[in-house]
């Protein structure tokens, strides 16, 4: 039977999401902060039970779950408690899902919010891009009760291929840190081998198809290592996402005090990604970094360059 949900915010990820708790036979209330996009996602939903609303309150208004997948702490606080917000409306028992990439600081700080209102608050950052979401197959890392996450995750299963409860409030963004350190590193090294195998003369997809059969392999090579040699960055999470989530990650690592020397010089990497004008290129795009550099002169070639000074 169909629960009584909302969602809020129809970005490049929830967008596809909300359609597919349409899908499932949900009664859908959504908001959005522009409502052409609202009314673009009416128009593809309309068959099933949907409807918009004007505020993140009326979206919320009477749902037993609410969703929400926005842009970052301050966006998240907005639709949450700001004026019109969703915590404002939300009935007790009911259970607030946020998808949304954010500090763990806000997520414990809404948990605590929700439950002196009567209801639970998860934090559930997701993996898998925006394919992953049109496809419906997304990872998901959460924190909160269990009780709430056992009810909430039947929902969104809609759209997930797996999901794991990992602790108390914050352990979702902390766990989705996690994963954006490792992306970083792999997309890093990949980058450069690829770089090399194109210096030196090399067949590069080649060279793919063999080494992704062996301890090398990795979903990034699998999904991203053509089309970076072929110069093609438009296949998902954008660049200036990445740096927000890496900001936030080396933030709590100044915290926690671990130590992320890699992930550190990655996120410089991308500032550089940004500085050529690629802020909506995806995050395989580092290699157009390393691609951009001058050649380095090898020892052969200076002595060549020596020889024919001295002649």
């Known amino acids: 039977m169909g629960q009584r949900v909302a969602f809020i915010g129809l970005g490049v990820m929830g967008y596809p999401m909300a359609g597919y708790l349409a899908k499932a036979g949900h009664s859908v209330a959504i908001f959005n902060r522009s409502p052409e996009k609202s009314r673009k996602w009416i128009d593809q939903f309309g068959g099933y039970t949907v409807r918009a609303a004007a505020t993140p309150a009326l979206a919320a208004e009477n749902a037993d779950f609410v969703f929400a997948c926005v842009g970052n702490d301050d966006d998240l606080r907005h639709i949450t408690l700001g004026s ?50 049109e496809s419906g197959k997304l990872t998901v890392m959460v924190g909160g009760h269990h009780d709430a996450y056992e009810r909430a995750r039947i929902i969104f299963s809609a759209y997930t291929r797996f999901s794991k409860l990992l602790g108390p409030a914050g352990s979702g963004q902390l766990s ?31 060279v793919v198809e063999v080494i992704s059969k062996g301890a090398a392999q990795s979903w990034q090579m699998d999904n991203r290592a053509s089309t970076m040699i072929d110069d093609k960055f438009d296949f998902g999470f954008a660049v200036d ?66 020889q024919t000074v001295k002649a």
């Not at 890093?188 to 210096?199: N, T, V």
């Not at 550190?264 to 795009?285: C, K, P």
Request: charged share 20%; net charge negative; hydrophobic share 45%.
């Open 176 to 206: 989705k840190m996690v994963n954006q350190i490792c992306i970083a590193g792999v997309v890093q090294g990949l980058s450069e081998a690829l770089h090399f195998a194109k210096s030196a003369g090399l067949d590069a997809k080649a």
């Open 241 to 306: 996402w990445m740096r927000k989530d890496l900001g936030i990650t080396l933030a709590e690592a100044a915290v926690n005090g671990a130590h992320l020397p890699i992930t550190a010089l990655v996120n410089e990497f991308y500032g550089d990604i940004q500085r050529m004008g690629g802020h909506r290129w995806d995050t395989s795009s580092l290699i157009a970094r390393l691609e951009a550099l001058p050649k380095k002169d090898s020892p052969a070639q200076n002595e060549a360059s020596a």
């Open 84 to 133: 019109g917000g969703a915590f404002s409306s939300m009935k007790q028992n009911a259970v607030f899902v946020d998808h949304t990439t954010t500090s763990a600081d806000v997520a414990r700080e809404l948990d605590t919010e929700a439950l002196k209102r009567g209801f639970h608050f998860l934090d559930a950052p997701v993996s898998g891009g925006q394919a992953g979401a």
